[in-house]
């Protein structure tokens, strides 16, 4: 079965930079585009950042364009999400997602939490 | 800047009772609505896909409807794994980005 799971998350402060992974297993990686989506605590989602299956395109939230940078590794089977410039307000649990058709997110990791904080 | 608007914010409901969830695209969206829901402590869940699909193994009990600006998550009998928070998100073929709602918590009376 599909499995997705996240790891990379920790406490940095802010303006460092941090990496976060995502493994992917159960279906072929390479053929389908990959989404990062986070949750600030006691918040809502947010969708951050789209990968095309061959990695040449890549589309942005306008909250992390510029800051962020979203890639994978299809011989590994890896999603990445370089965040760097890190804020305060970038505090949040990050999901790694696979979509069904287009953009409904059919898979989710269990999600890696991602503490800016002095 | 397309906003997704979700009401109620919080629904106050009795298990076994008929429940309607609405979520307001502020531009025509066509068809490209999904609907999540998630528990505490766990990553959401697709539900429906195109406004009105149910996803695999989703029951029989989720239905949703709408098209355009307007669409409604309904779950015809709440059972008490449903009190979560449920929420609408859109998805534009191209560019692929995507827009959620702020999301309705369904509570017990």
């Known amino acids: 079965q599909v499995q997705l799971v996240e790891s990379g998350g920790g406490v940095v402060q802010p303006g460092r930079s941090l990496r976060l992974s995502c493994a992917a297993s159960?279906?072929?990686?390479?053929?389908?585009?990959m989404h990062w989506v986070r949750q600030a605590p006691g918040k809502g989602l947010e969708w951050l950042a789209i990968?095309?299956?061959?990695?040449?395109?890549?589309y942005y939230a306008d909250s992390v364009k510029g800051r962020f940078t979203i890639s994978r590794d299809s011989s590994n089977n890896t999603l990445y999400l370089q965040m760097n410039s890190l804020r305060f307000e970038d505090t949040a649990v990050y999901y790694c997602a696979r979509p069904l058709i287009v953009g409904a997110l059919a898979s989710w990791g269990q999600g890696t939490l991602v503490t800016v904080s002095s | 800047e397309l906003v997704m608007t979700q009401s109620p914010a919080t629904l106050p409901v009795s298990p076994g009772e008929r429940v309607t969830l609405s979520c307001r695209a502020s531009q025509s969206v066509n068809n490209n609505l999904a609907w999540y829901q998630q528990r505490p402590g766990q990553a959401p869940r697709l539900l429906i896909y195109?406004?009105?699909t149910r996803a695999t193994g989703i029951p029989a009990r989720f239905s949703g409807s709408g098209s355009g600006t307007e669409f409604t998550l309904t779950i015809s009998s709440l059972r008490s794994e449903d009190f979560a928070v449920y929420y609408c998100q859109q998805y534009n073929d191209w560019p692929p980005t995507i827009t959620f709602g702020q999301g309705t918590r369904l509570e017990i009376k």
């Open positions: 990968i095309s299956y061959d990695g040449n395109k890549k």
């Open positions: 195109a406004a009105s």
């Open positions: 159960g279906f072929t990686f390479s053929r389908d585009a």
